[in-house]
């Protein structure tokens, strides 16, 4: 365990256990092998989370880079395992009866047999291996207890129990290690901290140590172990194990392996590993002082360690009850600490004398720390590694990692091309996280006679960015992609602190500037560079942004047509072909452009989509100036244990709500969307609840049931529309009967789209503030017309509805009531070709719902029934001709 000047490539593991008379035997996996070069010039080693808390410091490297000699009763809990007159491992003597070692210590590895019982011996109170003091005690071996899922060639599970033939007496030179049986046994809660470690194993030298050495290796998260090697680590660390190392040349080598990992804690020793394996030299079998090494985590194995000497306690007890009480024997479930009161004080004295004694550790900042709870934060571009959390009593029969995806289905990640690497055994391993890893995870771990599920909630933070410009330099993210032309759109979500800025520039790959979107003292400003080399600008008017708020803004282009709308709400409507270039390359800019001063955006850009590519801003960005992370999840919005989440989304966040609370924050009682909460569809949180989108085979709250279409009139549930495709050939007209069960406003009956973009004709019927009315506009024109009728509407009742074109006019009439009618320019739809027409309610896949204004304030999905639907005198099945529907029955 010294510092090593090998320098070599990492082919397999070593367990590090050998013996005198044959230099290096043990049970090595040699078909193993890591394709990962070993580092051999370290310059620092990250110890704490992500390395952003701390670095190993030049004074812990030299204090630990050369090791320490072990000073006489320093470890008097540390013994030798031989085999006959050859020193085989270490150990730990943790109670009078048990020393605790690694599993594959016990066997030979030759035979893959567990060794003779008349061979082995243990020695405590050792200093010199081949030098015995009158206080050193050598005792022989009752019985070898490996773990039950231990197996040769495989160092998972590696601990054992040895169960001396003869009582221990303790004294100031040999006495018992507290085990640490700390829960939850996550080694991610001291991930950090400094672990001591002691043995006889090679030096630097590849020699044995005839004398016991000390060294202090840091413990690491498991993200990071795995990282270092994935081939190898990868393969092998579960939540049985752990790893540890500053890879500068000080570790555990070979005939080091069942030794301990002492924690110095609350003014006591803790034993809290077990040395097990690590890699070895390209070549050799000798360990490579430049990897981690792996020790078992002996709190993962708290319910075995304690049955077992419970159990040899109650033969005991049975055995020989009277002569257990006349001597005082001690209870192996006793603490080892409470019994030796005296002894520890005496140490402690010692230790204050001798400036070569192990110091208390240096528990590091409580940020710097992954704790392992219900909800994690974890932050951008960081890994992080989730333990499953289950009885550890090696029953388990399987164990699998799942997690919601965007429809709430439960994904196994070990069959997930993007995660199954990820997944080894009991550990979830996610690396460089980005926005889509946050969500809810969830550990399956089958028993015998149950199965447990453990849940977890993934935040990811620092997913949005904030653009911070200087007075001589702006703020950007730099994109390159090329546009088809003929179609563009853009969608940008910004909270801005400044009044002025450019939130998008787009360029070609000459420089020359084709758009730009840009605020100009509050107000929004699109300005495009036009195929004629001219200027187009438009702006939004009257509306102003808010500094602080969170605003969207939406520019859509089709064959010409163009639409300018902020936070929902159209503010232009414009004819203008796209400039086009022949650039192969084409510059996109979020918040500044390069090398023009005071272009610079302040504040956050959450999203951008582009021509309905939506960017991972952070991700995707090849080029960065001043930009940081907005952090708003900060300050939690969401109410009632909510978890923010931040998300490319147009508030920049999303809330995960707790069982019993629905809504944007949170704040309403309400059931939300699970995974199970809809069979086989779509499930959707509202304010007041969710509302699964059942398929036209399926209906109920859950649709759980069968459906079958039938008859002449279909019913819609909320949440629940069909969509059709018809042909107009002939003017325009629609005519259909409604009833509704209960009232709302604007609830929609029917509704017709002259093409997805929203520039188009547009036409609907809407029941509003108790009446129906006709709604229209055509091409550009952001104004919606409205004919309104004057009868009152009542639940239950079935109402006739015609509207269209005739004669320069569009008209609307309910049931036998006046006609209204209002002059239009051309006809209502185009003659001959394909119209998209909806019942009941809105697809919200479409980008025309975007802008609600076409329909009304508060747009609702109709909640009764429809039938005898005819469009240009042409009757439609309403229950058999749709494209698609979603929560639609028959009509009772």
């Keep these: 365990m010294f510092k090593s000047t090998v320098s070599s490539r990492v082919s397999h593991i070593y367990a590090f256990s050998f013996c005198f008379t044959v230099l290096v035997v043990g049970a090595s996996l040699a078909s193993v092998r890591s394709d990962s070069a070993a580092n051999t010039t370290v310059v620092e080693s990250r110890i704490y989370r992500d390395g952003v808390c701390s670095r190993v410091s030049p004074v812990l490297e030299n204090r630990i880079g050369f090791g320490d000699y072990a000073m006489q009763g320093e470890w008097p809990w540390h013994g030798a395992m031989f085999v006959v007159e050859d020193y085989k491992c270490g150990c730990s003597l943790i109670s009078e009866w048990f020393v605790l070692t690694a599993g594959h210590c016990v066997f030979n590895p030759e035979t893959n047999y567990k060794f003779d019982l008349k061979r082995l011996r243990v020695v405590l109170g050792l200093l010199t291996l081949n030098e015995y003091q009158s206080h050193t005690r050598e005792h022989k071996v009752k019985e070898i207890r490996v773990h039950p899922m231990f197996e040769t060639g495989n160092h998972k599970h590696d601990i054992a129990l040895l169960l001396l033939a003869t009582a221990v007496e303790f004294n100031q030179q040999i006495h018992p290690i507290e085990v640490d049986f700390s829960k939850p046994p996550w080694i991610e809660k001291v991930a950090g901290n400094l672990g001591t470690v002691v043995g006889w194993g090679l030096t630097d030298a590849d020699k044995v140590s005839n004398e016991l050495m000390v060294a ?11 990282e270092s090697d994935p081939h190898l680590f990868g393969l092998l660390v579960h939540g049985g194990m752990y790893c540890a190392g500053a890879r500068n040349g000080t570790s555990v080598c070979n005939g080091d392996s069942g030794g301990g990992m002492y924690i110095f804690q609350n003014n006591g020793w803790i034993l809290r590993g077990v040395v097990s394996f690590a890699a070895i030299r390209d070549g050799t079998n000798l360990c490579n002082l430049y990897s981690y090494a792996a020790f078992t985590n002996v709190p993962y194995y708290t319910e075995w360690i304690q049955s077992q000497m419970q159990e040899h306690q109650r033969k005991l007890t049975d055995s020989m009850p009277e002569q257990n009480n006349i001597t005082g024997k001690a209870d192996p479930d006793t603490k080892p600490r409470s019994s030796i009161k005296e ?55 399987s164990v699998h990692w799942f997690r919601e995806d965007r429809y709430l289905r439960l994904l196994n990640l070990s069959n997930e091309v993007d995660f199954a690497g990820s997944v080894v055994h009991d550990i979830l391993t996610l690396r460089h996280v980005e926005a889509s890893h946050s969500g809810r995870y969830f550990c399956r771990v089958q028993l015998p006679n149950e199965n447990v599920t453990d849940n977890r909630v993934i935040s990811v933070v ?29 969608e940008v979500t910004f909270k801005a602190d400044r009044e002025d800025g450019v939130l998008f520039y787009r360029s070609d790959e000459w420089g020359q500037e084709m758009m730009m979107l840009a605020l100009v003292n509050c107000s929004l400003e699109f300005n495009l560079l036009t195929n004629k080399d001219a200027v187009r600008r438009v702006d939004s008017g009257a509306e102003t942004v808010k500094l602080g708020q969170w605003h969207t803004v939406e520019i859509h282009c089709h064959l010409g047509r163009c639409y300018f709308a902020l936070d929902d709400r159209i503010q232009a409507m414009f004819e203008e072909n796209l400039f086009v270039s022949n650039s192969t390359i084409e510059n996109f800019y979020l918040g500044g452009i390069p090398h023009r001063n005071g272009s610079g955006f302040t504040g956050c850009i959450s999203q951008m989509v582009l021509n309905d590519n939506r960017f991972y801003l952070r991700k995707e960005a090849v080029e960065t100036q001043l930009v940081s992370q907005c952090d708003h999840c900060m300050v939690n919005p969401c109410q009632n244990g909510g978890v923010c989440v931040e998300m490319m989304a147009s508030s920049g966040f999303h ?87 209960n009232l709302g406003d604007g609830m929609i009956v029917a509704h017709i789209l002259e093409d997805n973009s929203g520039s188009g004709n547009f036409l609907a019927l809407v029941i509003d503030r108790g009446m129906i009315e006709l709604r229209f506009s055509l091409d550009l024109d952001v104004n919606v017309s409205i004919l309104k009728s004057s ?15 005739q004669k320069g006019s569009v008209y609307f009439q309910l049931n036998d009531e006046p006609t209204l ?18 019942l009941g309610g809105l697809d919200d896949s479409v980008p025309q719902y975007r802008i609600p204004g076409k329909f009304s304030d508060k747009a609702t999905d109709f909640d009764g029934c429809l039938k005898e639907l005819k469009i240009s005198n042409q009757t439609i099945d309403v229950t058999k001709s749709f494209l698609y529907a979603r929560n639609v029955e028959n009509c009772k």
């Design 343 to 397: 002894t520890t004080t005496a140490t402690a004295t010692i230790q204050e004398s001798d400036p070569f004694t192990p110091q208390p550790i240096k528990i590091p900042p409580s940020e710097c720390l992954q704790h392992y709870d219900e909800t994690i934060t974890v932050e951008y571009g960081s890994s992080i590694s989730l333990l499953c959390r289950h009885s550890f009593n090696g029953q388990e029969q």
């Design 462 to 490: 620092g997913v949005v960015p904030r653009f911070e410009p200087k007075a001589d330099k702006p703020a950007y993210m730099k994109f390159v992609n090329y546009l088809m032309q003929g179609y563009f759109s853009l």
């Design 216 to 226: 202090e290796m840091p413990i690491v998260r498991y993200a990071e172990c795995i």
């Design 791 to 805: 009868v009152p509407l009542h639940p239950n009742s079935w109402y006739t509805a015609a509207a269209g074109y």
């Design 655 to 741: 809330c995960m709500c707790p069982d019993g609370f629905t809504g944007r924050t949170c704040s309403n009682r309400g059931e939300r969307c699970t995974a199970l909460a809809c069979v086989e569809s779509i499930c959707r949180d509202f304010e007041n609840g969710f509302r699964c989108a059942c398929s036209p085979e399926r209906t109920g709250k859950h649709c759980q049931e069968t459906n079958v279409l039938s008859g002449d009139a279909i019913s819609f549930r909320y949440f629940g529309y069909a969509k059709y495709v018809i042909n107009i050939e002939t003017n325009f007209n629609i005519h259909i009967q409604f009833s509704f069960r």
């Design 821 to 838: 009618t209002e002059s239009i320019s051309k006809n209502l739809f185009s003659h001959h070709r394909d119209h998209f027409l909806y």
